[in-house]
């Protein structure tokens, strides 16, 4: 198309240079007459996109290379591990790997969002969404990860949502995206089984999903 574009105006320039149109008194008026300095700025533009589109047809990465972007990135729990911790299961286990740990204080996980979930069929048919309140159980799940790991509690135990403050959303998260999501404890009282923590998601770097507050409850 920009081609295209860039032909048409270089045919236009030849048509004013060799057909100069004269006047009502028979004097010839200059091409240049019809040539603003506007004429040679858009031709000098579509130069240059062009050059642009055949520049970014080259810079394809490939998978190799787009793959490798995440090689630095390590597992620390995989879906195995954190099916040993967790009580969830299928279709409501929301974290599928864990990335970063310190034991009793914070972690980093990753939830890769589906079309196969079940929820997105009614969530909505013509435009697939992730849930916010998924969003926020995902986060209360990555809690529950370092919580269940602390002493006073134990892998398999089930924590109770006991309160939400302050939740955010900033942007939809929709099939195809991969939500990072952190947590940090904020307070663990072992002998009444109670947690405050805070969390956030992004997609491609971008804040998707805030929670100031989240308090949990263990089942006794």
């Given at each position: 198309?920009?081609?295209?574009?860039?032909?048409t105006?270089l045919?236009?320039?030849?048509?004013?240079?060799?057909?100069?149109?004269?006047?009502?008194?028979?004097?010839?008026?200059?091409?240049?007459?019809?040539?603003?300095?506007?004429?040679?700025?858009?031709?000098?533009?579509?130069?240059?996109?062009?050059s642009?589109?055949?520049?970014?047809?080259s810079?394809?990465?490939g998978?190799?290379?787009?793959?490798?972007?995440?090689?630095?990135?390590?597992?620390?729990?995989?879906?195995?591990?954190?099916?040993?911790?967790l009580?969830?299961?299928?279709?409501f286990?929301?974290?599928?790997?864990?990335?970063?740990?310190e034991?009793?204080?914070?972690?980093?996980?990753?939830?890769?969002?589906?079309?196969?979930?079940?929820?997105?069929?009614?969530?909505?048919?013509?435009?697939?969404?992730m849930?916010?309140?998924?969003q926020?159980?995902?986060?209360?799940?990555?809690?529950?990860?370092?919580?269940?790991?602390?002493?006073g509690?134990?892998?398999?135990?089930?924590?109770?949502f006991?309160g939400?403050?302050?939740?955010?959303w900033?942007?939809p998260v929709?099939?195809?995206?991969?939500?990072?999501?952190?947590?940090?404890?904020?307070?663990w009282?072992?002998?009444?089984?109670?947690?405050?923590?805070?969390?956030?998601?992004?997609?491609?770097?971008?804040?998707?999903?805030?929670?100031?507050?989240?308090?949990?409850?263990?089942?006794?």
């Amino acid at each position: 198309m920009k081609i295209a574009i860039l032909s048409t105006l270089l045919s236009a320039t030849t048509a004013f240079i060799v057909s100069p149109i004269q006047s009502t008194n028979n004097a010839a008026i200059s091409p240049s007459f019809f040539a603003p300095s506007s004429f040679s700025t858009a031709l000098r533009q579509a130069e240059e996109t062009a050059s642009s589109e055949t520049t970014a047809s080259s810079e394809f990465q490939g998978s190799h290379a787009i793959s490798s972007l995440t090689s630095g990135v390590k597992t620390i729990f995989s879906s195995e591990d954190i099916a040993k911790i967790l009580p969830h299961r299928y279709p409501f286990l929301l974290v599928d790997k864990v990335v970063e740990y310190e034991a009793g204080k914070r972690a980093v996980g990753i939830k890769s969002v589906t079309l196969n979930e079940p929820h997105f069929t009614g969530h909505f048919p013509d435009r697939p969404i992730m849930p916010g309140v998924l969003q926020v159980e995902a986060l209360a799940q990555l809690a529950g990860i370092v919580c269940l790991q602390m002493e006073g509690a134990e892998p398999g135990a089930v924590f109770f949502f006991a309160g939400v403050d302050g939740v955010k959303w900033k942007r939809p998260v929709v099939p195809g995206d991969t939500l990072v999501m952190e947590v940090e404890i904020k307070m663990w009282r072992a002998k009444m089984g109670i947690a405050k923590a805070t969390g956030k998601a992004y997609v491609d770097g971008e804040l998707a999903v805030e929670v100031q507050g989240m308090t949990f409850a263990l089942a006794k």
